[in-house]
């Protein structure tokens, strides 16, 4: 088979095919269910960290990779928080809330007071480094659209649109946009393992001392 009938259309085929006979390395969605949060969230920054690799890596012009990898990274924000938000309101309320919405500048500012309040006197600068890098996200794309899409809908009757990432810088470091977002992730999974023990070390005094 040449090349370019490897590129070419077959009749019958599918996108989302079972694995054949021997493949070892394939998708199994019910085995991750009972992490699924997890690697959504997990799932959306490997993504993005391996674009940016291939964008160091490839022939081709970074321009072409920045766009999904800022889309992946923002996403992973998005699910952080919301991921972040649910288990603080678990441990300080006694039930998980559901976040909705899009807006990452909303969503840091309904999980900050949830750490302050777990966190007492504990030294902000990392939060408040953290809080800068949501916000540039978010005044970059507030609507979570401009990384997807080359222009972006201000105003509908009549349709009136803007080119899309007119906030953004116009020159962008990829390596410095990983190596910041794997810092972020590094507060993210932190937070998130420090509720976590206070969370099990809470089930494990009612378990203890009954209802």
């Given amino acids: 088979m040449s090349d370019d009938d490897q590129r070419w259309p077959y009749a019958g085929m599918k996108a989302f095919a079972p ?6 390395k394939f998708v199994d969605l019910d085995w991750g269910k009972p992490y699924l949060t997890s690697y959504y969230v997990t799932g959306f920054k490997l993504a993005a960290d391996a674009t940016v690799d291939a964008a160091t890596e490839a022939v081709g012009h ?8 800022a889309f992946l990274y923002r996403h992973y924000i998005e699910l952080s928080l ?4 649910s288990h603080a309101t678990m441990l300080i309320d006694g039930k998980a809330a ?3 919405g899009h807006t990452l500048l909303e969503l840091w500012k309904q999980l ?3 750490l302050q309040q777990l966190a007492g006197n504990a030294n902000p600068e990392p939060a408040d480094s953290v809080e800068g890098v ?22 509908r009757k009549p349709i009136e649109t803007k080119e899309s990432l007119d906030k953004a810088p116009r020159r962008i470091d990829l390596k410095h946009l990983k190596e910041t977002m794997d810092r972020v992730d590094g507060f993210f999974d932190g937070c998130y393992g420090w509720i976590d023990h206070m969370l099990e070390t809470d089930r494990d005094m009612r378990r203890s001392w009954g209802p």
């Fill in 19 to 24: 694995p054949q006979s021997g493949e070892r």
């Fill in 62 to 69: 970074p321009d072409w990779y920045f766009y999904p990898a």
């Fill in 82 to 85: 919301k991921r972040l938000i």
């Fill in 98 to 100: 559901q976040p909705h």
């Fill in 112 to 114: 900050r007071p949830y």
């Fill in 134 to 155: 949501v916000r540039e996200f978010h005044e970059i794309d507030k609507s979570g659209q401009e990384f997807r899409y080359e222009t972006t809908i201000i105003k």
